[in-house]
């Protein structure tokens, strides 16, 4: 899985990371917080990534587009 910000950022998933590891636990799409939008000063919400082993997680603001897609 690929997401891209609106100023062209890109952060990569592999599937063994979402679905067989706890980082996959912590993926989220950020959209608001105690019901108010998050993404009113952007107009587009956020990924974060808050189980990442390494530091410099990997967090987009401002999500254009999120492609999946099969290596082959």
Known sequence: MT???GDGY???FSWQEIFN???GEGV???IEKNGKPLCAGHGRP???SSRDYFTGS???KGVEKI???LAA
């Open 3 to 5: 997401v891209t910000a």
């Open 10 to 12: 890109r952060v990569v």
């Open 21 to 23: 590891s706890p980082i």
């Open 28 to 30: 989220m799409l950020l």
């Open 46 to 48: 956020d990924l974060i």
């Open 58 to 60: 990997r967090y987009v």
């Open 67 to 69: 492609e999946i897609s």
